[in-house]
C-alpha cells in the first residue's frame, strides 16, 4: 500500500500479537517497523490528508482532529496492553519506512533511556472536584424562601460565601494529602494545570489534575488507595482513570521533535 508513514509509538521488541481487527488512523491495521532493538508501530495514512499543507488545514477541523485522536489513541491503548510504548505526538508522519528509521537512529538513544525508565510502568490519572451543594429546589410545595428585608439577604449571602470558602479550603487541603499519599505509591508523578470545566464538560472546581507513574505490579494497591479516599469528604470528588501509556512521564522523546508536525525524512 502507497502513503505516507504514521508513526504512534516507539517500543522494545515485544512477542504479543496485538488484537486482530485493530485499525489505526485511515482505517489502515498498524504494524512493527524495527530498526535496531528498537521497533516503530506505523501505518500507511493518504498523502492528500496528511502531506503538510493539507495537516494545516485539518488541524483547524475539531470533528477531524476528533477522529483520528480516537484512532491513534486505539493503537496505543492496544500497545499499552501488551508492552510499555513510547507514544508520539499526534500526526507525527514520515514519507517512507526510511524516514522512520532515519529518526529512530537519530533519536534512538533517548528513546532507549526513556523506554528504560517507563519499562514495565503505566500512567494513573486522578482529579478532584469541588461539587457545588445543591440547594433545596422550589415547587409547589417548597416555595423559593425570601429574604425578610436586603439585611437578611446580604447576611444569606455572607453564609453561602463563607460556605463556599470552607468547602474550597478542605478540597485543597484533601487533595493536597491525596496527592502526598498516592506519590508515596508511585515512580513519578505530574501536576497539571486544573482543567477548565467548561472545556472539559465535568461538573464541578477542579482543585487537582495529577498523573501517576505507577508500576504495573502495584497498580491493584494503587487504585485501592484511590477508591478507599472517594468517600472521605463530603462535597469532594475524585476521578480516576487509567492505566494509560506514560504520555505525561515520555518527555521530549516521546511527545515532540521537528517531525511530529507534518512529513519526515
Not at 2 to 22: M, N
Not at 48 to 77: K, M, N, P, S
Not at 233 to 250: K, M
Request: charged share 30%.
Amino acid at each position: 500500500m502507497t502513503g505516507l508513514r504514521y508513526v504512534y509509538a516507539v517500543c522494545r521488541p515485544f512477542g504479543a500479537a496485538l488484537q486482530s481487527q485493530l485499525t489505526g488512523v485511515a482505517g489502515d491495521p498498524p504494524r512493527l517497523l524495527p530498526h535496531g532493538d528498537l521497533v516503530a508501530v506505523v501505518s500507511h495514512v493518504p498523502e492528500a490528508d496528511f502531506c503538510e499543507e493539507a495537516l494545516r488545514a485539518h488541524l483547524e477541523d475539531l470533528d477531524w482532529l476528533a477522529g483520528t485522536a480516537r484512532a491513534h489513541q486505539q493503537v496505543i491503548d492496544a500497545l499499552t496492553a501488551v508492552t510499555t510504548p513510547l507514544p508520539l505526538r499526534l500526526a507525527t508522519v514520515f514519507r517512507d519506512d526510511s524516514g522512520v528509521r532515519v529518526m529512530m537512529e537519530e533519536r534512538g538513544e533517548a528513546f532507549r533511556r526513556t523506554l528504560e525508565r517507563l519499562d514495565g510502568r503505566v500512567e494513573w490519572g486522578v482529579k478532584v472536584y469541588v461539587e457545588a451543594e445543591p440547594e433545596q429546589a422550589a415547587g409547589p410545595e417548597r416555595p423559593a424562601p425570601k429574604p425578610a428585608s436586603g439585611r437578611d439577604y446580604l447576611r444569606q449571602r455572607r453564609m453561602r460565601t463563607r460556605a463556599n470558602d470552607d468547602l474550597w479550603s478542605r478540597a485543597e487541603d484533601f487533595a493536597t494529602r491525596l496527592h502526598g499519599t498516592l506519590a508515596t505509591r508511585a515512580d513519578d508523578a505530574r501536576l497539571h494545570a486544573p482543567q477548565n470545566p467548561r472545556l472539559s464538560g465535568a461538573a464541578g472546581r477542579n482543585v487537582l489534575n495529577a498523573a501517576y507513574l505507577v508500576r504495573r505490579d502495584v497498580s491493584e494497591e494503587f487504585v485501592e488507595m484511590v477508591d478507599r479516599t472517594k468517600d472521605d469528604a463530603p462535597g469532594i470528588r475524585v476521578e480516576l482513570t487509567g492505566p494509560w501509556a506514560a504520555y505525561s512521564f515520555a518527555g521530549e522523546e516521546g511527545a515532540a521533535g521537528e517531525e511530529s508536525t507534518g512529513e519526515g525524512s
